[in-house]
């Protein structure tokens, strides 16, 4: 079965600085990986996502992840937080010929001005 | 185009009663999706469908029916309301076929508790 970890409950970063949010997935084949973000009352809007190919990926609002098949992860980065991007961040996974998105726990982000 | 809309908003029940969660999407999807929101624990898929008559249990199905009738529509039916399934739930939908590998669209969500 598919499984996603997100270690981090809760992140504190200051405005302006770098971000880095972990997810790490179990799943027996080759994955396709996810990001939602979530701001407080509303739905889920996709980030970004991973199905092949290179393993740098790049989303909306200035964010990227990189797949490590090595270490099974997929750490989502922002080279400079906005107070904009305080929400919710979920990283979810979906194995080939499967409906079922297997979200994680998900990470909250507060950004300090 | 609204996406995907639902409603209510909010709601509150008394155990035992019933009631349906509304989700309309007008992108023409095929592909439609209820998750329910409990805090701390991400989200878990309660149903879906591939298409119009064609419904199947995700994760967590109990105490829960669906039915879509139409394109558009993929209503969530709570027969018999327990406190358990007080929640969030949101509807979703996606266009291509062949898995859940297309990106899912979400509605703003329904905040339901049951008292």
């Known amino acids: 079965a598919q499984s996603v970890t997100q270690p981090d409950i809760h992140i504190t970063v200051s405005e302006g600085a770098s971000l880095e949010l972990r997810c790490n997935y179990s799943?027996?084949?080759?994955?396709?990986l996810f990001w939602y973000v979530q701001s407080p009352g509303q739905g889920l809007q996709l980030l970004l996502k991973?199905?092949?190919?290179?393993?740098l990926v790049q989303g909306i609002k200035g964010f990227e992840a990189e797949f490590k098949r090595s270490q099974s992860s997929f750490n989502l980065r922002k080279p400079s937080v906005h107070w904009s991007d305080a929400a919710e961040y979920f990283c979810a996974v979906v194995g080939a010929g499967s409906y079922q998105l297997t979200f994680g726990k998900g990470t909250k982000l507060s950004v300090i001005p | 185009n609204a996406g995907v809309t639902q409603t209510p908003k909010f709601r509150i029940l008394k155990i035992g009663q019933s009631m349906t969660l509304q989700c309309t999407q007008d992108m023409n999807h095929n592909y439609m999706y209820w998750y329910r929101q409990d805090p701390g624990m991400g989200l878990k898929l309660i149903y879906y469908s591939v298409g119009a008559g064609i419904t199947d249990k995700g994760e967590v199905p109990n105490g829960y029916n669906v039915s879509r009738s139409t394109t558009e529509d993929f209503p969530l039916r709570l027969e018999l309301a327990a406190p358990s399934q007080t929640s969030v739930y949101f509807c979703a939908s996606s266009h291509l076929a062949g898995a859940g590998t297309d990106t899912q669209y979400f509605g703003p969500g329904t905040r339901l508790t049951v008292l």
């Open positions: 991973y199905f092949s190919g290179d393993t």
């Open positions: 799943y027996g084949a080759t994955p396709y």
